[in-house]
């Protein structure tokens, strides 16, 4: 029952699929990679991309145009970073309940705010799929990945762009220092808060724009639960590519392609219960933490918070 | 003090967000904080709501003071209840009085068992499982849809062709009696509470308790003393997930009496915010469990009341959850609202410190 995944054109179209469902796990996941390298472990992602999915769709419905919807959501992305940042930095709070309480709380408002504001299911005009010229018309590779929208590419690019930053600059290297001896770092003169307020808002607003491709570059629509989960799934990825852009991509790769063959197999009908192909990303969610866990090093200071005065 | 001024500030961004929604916060918040003190329906509805918010706070507890997070006592609920229901349906013509205990057994050995994977994952593996716990609430909830449309579903539904995804009714000598007639209050908030008499007695007048603690408090220095700090992990997040799967075939029992989608309501969650309210106390619990029973069922009637979606009671917990722990430190330091509101000072006064 499973030939009917063998046909070129349908494993096309899950390559396809999942080069596009890597976008919300890269962005989510290369975000949420500053914040913990600089020591904050946020885990109000999957609600901060709620929010970003809900405010993008809004903005969008109303206003007619996706980019500014794009924009809404990184702003809120950067209003509710700011929050877990003074939550985990400043009052140096537990930080695996504060990011529960992130999550419920964007969750919750994006429910919320749905019903209020829209209240029925619609759709709007998102972003259209850019092919790149020449690119896309190679056979197979092109419709694989030359031919998406521009936030695809763009979630791509950060991959060398992250890298860079975070091995090549100075920046990037007092990010690295905070997460692993706040102490030497600050003696350095180095801010450790400063450092830390900026890679959670990045990291957050990032979030954000992946909530946001959801509804603008995916769906096309707003969904009650759209992010299903991704969110916390882009925070074991982080683990998983071990603090690391090539690791993290590698690891959304796997994972959209899993996304996107369990949505295969619902579009095509074969003949076993949905809900099977659906548990495969959370199930393997679990077996690649418990691979990957056992391995020492992280950055030292995570979950740590940091107080000047001892 | 701190926490009433948490929910004080949560219930203050609440009504900023009533403002922007166009509606008037205060006849919101009369329907949604009077609303459930006001009548015998909003008591006991009160009442009800508290029942598997204490339940699921327990188990939270037990967890959190074993410093191990559970936030998968959704999950635990869904399959605590699943495994309670089929063994009822299973033995339809035992007696009650063999059945109903067994049933709650059986359901808090099937929590105890979803809640046992992640705590064996962190132990043995050191798999974070903050991540693990949420995504088996996702499985579970999977899980639980597919047995209810397919190898549970009530035969009734296959043969109208209505195909909702529920399994038929207990039979009857599970149902838990009603304490009150007209209400849905049942025996269910007596056994939450005198669970949480027994949860406080076990954390802290047995050594097995203490032990637990102990981990929780300073894992390597319980190591050091020679504690099995790993098989204490299993063990809590083991009688977490049971105390949830048992929430949630009370759920069943006393209410619904039969497994439906939606079994878990978001207590699971809420549990967390009435344990963390009730400062992570057994007895603690029980007010808060009871204030977040109100919390849930007045937004209810708010959203009757003024048009306003309930789901802002998700919204209000994530903010108390935020206040609760964001403030915590003014607890743990006292003099850290001096040095928050004082001026930065240069960086060389450091040395001498």
């Not at chain 1, 809120?76 to 009052?91: E, H, N, P, Q, R």
């Not at chain 1, 009908?269 to 391995?295: K, N």
């Not at chain 2, 500030?9 to 900023?16: E, H, I, P, R, S």
């Given at each position: 029952m499973f030939a009917q995944l063998l046909h070129p054109d349908v494993i096309i179209g899950i390559l396809a699929t999942g080069v596009r469902l890597a976008t919300p796990f890269l962005l989510a996941a290369l975000g949420e990679m500053f914040a913990q390298r600089s020591g904050v472990y946020n885990l109000g992602v999957e609600g901060v991309m709620m929010m970003g999915?809900?405010?993008?769709?809004?903005?969008?419905?109303?206003?007619?145009?996706?980019?500014?919807?794009?924009?809404?959501?990184?702003?809120?992305?950067?209003?509710?970073?700011?929050?877990?940042?003074?939550?985990?930095?400043?009052?140096?709070?537990?930080?695996?309940?504060?990011?529960?309480?992130?999550?419920?709380?964007?969750?919750?408002?994006?429910?919320?705010l749905f019903r209020l504001l829209v209240g029925y299911v619609t759709s709007v005009d998102g972003f259209h799929d850019i092919p790149l010229p020449g690119l896309s018309r190679i056979p197979v590779l092109g419709t694989v990945f030359f031919d998406h929208n521009w936030m695809v590419y763009f979630s791509y690019l950060l991959i060398p762009i992250t890298w860079y930053i975070l091995f090549k600059t100075t920046w990037g290297l007092k990010v690295r220092a905070v997460g692993v001896t706040p102490e030497a770092?600050?003696?350095?003169?180095?801010?450790?808060?400063?450092?830390?307020?900026?890679?959670?808002?990045?990291?957050?607003?990032?979030?954000?724009?992946?909530?946001?491709?959801?509804?603008?570059?995916?769906?096309?629509?707003?969904?009650?639960?759209?992010?299903?989960?991704?969110g916390f799934i882009a925070v074991?990825?982080?683990?998983?590519?071990?603090?690391?852009?090539?690791?993290?991509?590698?690891?959304?790769?796997?994972?959209?392609?899993?996304?996107?063959?369990?949505?295969?197999?619902?579009?095509?009908?074969?003949?076993?219960?949905?809900?099977?192909?659906?548990?495969?990303?959370?199930?393997?969610?679990?077996?690649?933490?418990?691979?990957?866990?056992?391995?020492?090093?992280?950055?030292a200071a995570l979950g740590r918070p940091f107080d000047r005065e001892g | 003090?701190?926490?009433?001024?948490?929910?004080?500030?949560?219930?203050?961004?609440?009504?900023?967000?009533?403002?922007?929604?166009?509606?008037?916060?205060?006849?919101?918040?009369?329907?949604?904080?009077?609303?459930?003190?006001?009548?015998?329906?909003?008591?006991?509805?009160?009442?009800?709501?508290?029942?598997?918010?204490?339940?699921?706070?327990?188990?939270?507890i037990i967890a959190f003071r074993s410093g191990i997070l559970n936030i998968g006592a959704e999950g635990q609920m869904m399959i605590g209840a699943l495994c309670g229901t089929a063994f009822a349906l299973a033995f339809p013509n035992l007696h009650g009085a063999i059945l109903l205990p067994a049933t709650i057994l059986v359901s808090f050995l099937g929590g105890a068992f979803w809640g046992g994977i992640p705590g064996w994952l962190k132990a043995k593996l050191n798999v974070n499982e903050i991540l693990s716990t949420i995504m088996l609430n996702s499985i579970a909830w999977q899980l639980m849809i597919y047995f209810l449309?397919?190898?549970?579903?009530?035969?009734?539904?296959?043969?109208?062709?209505?195909?909702?995804?529920?399994?038929?009714?207990?039979?009857?000598?599970?149902?838990?009696g009603r304490l009150l007639p007209r209400t849905r209050l049942h025996w269910g908030i007596i056994i939450a509470i005198g669970l949480a008499v027994l949860v406080y007695i076990f954390l802290w007048r047995t050594s097995l308790g203490y032990k637990m603690r102990a981990v929780g408090a300073q894992k390597e220095a319980a190591r050091y003393a020679g504690m099995p700090?790993?098989?204490?992990?299993?063990?809590?997040?083991?009688?977490?997930?049971?105390?949830?799967?048992?929430?949630?075939?009370?759920?069943?029992?006393?209410?619904?009496?039969?497994?439906?989608?939606?079994?878990?309501?978001?207590?699971?969650?809420?549990?967390?915010?009435?344990?963390?309210?009730?400062?992570?106390?057994?007895?603690g619990a029980i007010p808060a469990s009871f204030l977040f029973g109100a919390l849930m069922l007045g937004a209810d009637m708010m959203q009757r009341a003024v048009a306003i979606p309930a789901a802002i009671v998700f919204t209000i917990q994530g903010l108390v959850v935020l206040f609760v722990v964001g403030t915590d430190i003014f607890i743990r330091r006292p003099d850290f609202a001096?040095?928050?509101?004082?001026?930065r000072r240069p960086a060389a006064r450091k040395e001498g410190a």
């Open positions: 999915a809900f405010s993008g769709f809004w903005v969008t419905l109303t206003t007619g145009s996706p980019w500014l919807g794009v924009l809404a959501a990184l702003l809120i992305g950067a209003v509710m970073g700011l929050l877990m940042a003074f939550i985990s930095v400043t009052l140096q709070a537990e930080q695996g309940i504060s990011g529960i309480g992130l999550y419920m709380f964007g969750w919750g408002l994006a429910g919320f770092a600050d003696t350095l003169g180095v801010s450790v808060a400063r450092i830390r307020y900026t890679c959670v808002i990045i990291g957050s607003m990032l979030a954000g724009m992946a909530g946001a491709f959801l509804t603008l570059g995916h769906t096309n629509m707003y969904a009650d639960n759209i992010t299903a989960g991704r074991a990825l982080v683990y998983f590519g071990r603090w690391t852009p090539l690791g993290i991509a590698g690891g959304a790769l796997l994972f959209s392609t899993v996304d996107a063959l369990q949505l295969w197999i619902q579009v095509l009908g074969i003949d076993i219960p949905y809900e099977f192909p659906v548990m495969a990303p959370y199930v393997l969610t679990i077996i690649v933490l418990a691979l990957v866990s056992g391995r020492i090093w992280q950055p | 003090m701190i926490l009433v001024l948490a929910v004080i500030g949560a219930l203050l961004v609440g009504a900023f967000l009533l403002v922007i929604a166009g509606a008037n916060p205060i006849v919101a918040y009369r329907a949604m904080l009077v609303g459930p003190f006001s009548s015998r329906y909003g008591l006991t509805e009160t009442l009800v709501k508290t029942t598997p918010l204490l339940l699921v706070a327990l188990g939270i449309r397919g190898p549970m579903i009530d035969p009734k539904e296959r043969s109208y062709g209505t195909g909702v995804p529920q399994t038929q009714q207990l039979p009857h000598q599970v149902w838990l700090v790993e098989r204490l992990l299993v063990l809590a997040m083991a009688l977490s997930g049971g105390f949830a799967g048992m929430a949630g075939m009370i759920e069943v029992l006393g209410i619904h009496h039969r497994l439906m989608d939606g079994i878990s309501a978001g207590y699971g969650f809420s549990g967390i915010v009435a344990a963390l309210f009730g400062q992570l106390h057994p007895l001096q040095r928050l509101f004082r001026r």
